[in-house]
Nanobody, 126 residues
Framework: QVQLVESGGGLVQAGDSLRLSCAAS????????MGWFRQAPGKDREFVGV????????QYADSVKGRFTISRENAKNTVYLQMNNLKPEDTAVYYC???????????????????WGQGTQVTVSS
């Protein structure tokens, strides 16, 4: 049974930093590209960033580029999202997701991901 469990969310002030973690189990972690998505109230789920299975390639949404960094530790089956200079518009539930590599490109499309975590709330006050 595959499980992705996010942690590290919370309530912070604008300009603060947070690091989210996503621990995976039940899958061969280094066969999966790992993405982060977020969903604010009343809005669609949106792409935040993705990291390749080996960790060497990342992509980010324009809205977070330069502020957020994705990394992974395959030995720990964990992917991270370091969020710096947080803004109120970053407030959302953050989800990690896994997409089987299968030789394919990195994906920014939620429907292409195979597994999802339950999400962790990030709230940024102004």
């Amino acid at each position: 049974q595959v499980q992705l469990v996010e942690s590290g969310g919370g309530l912070v002030q604008a300009g603060d930093s947070l690091r989210l973690s996503c621990a995976a189990s039940g899958l061969t972690f280094n066969n999966y590209n790992m993405g982060w998505f977020r969903q604010a109230p009343g809005k669609d789920r949106e792409f935040v960033g993705v990291i390749s299975r080996g960790g060497g390639v990342t992509q980010y949404a324009d809205s977070v580029k330069g502020r957020f960094t994705i990394s992974r530790e395959n030995a720990k089956n964990t992917v991270y999202l370091q969020m710096n200079n947080l803004k109120p518009e970053d407030t959302a539930v953050y989800y990690c997701a896994g997409k089987y590599w299968g030789g394919s490109r990195l994906s920014q499309l939620a429907y292409e991901y195979n597994y999802w975590g339950q999400g962790t709330q990030v709230t940024v006050s102004s």
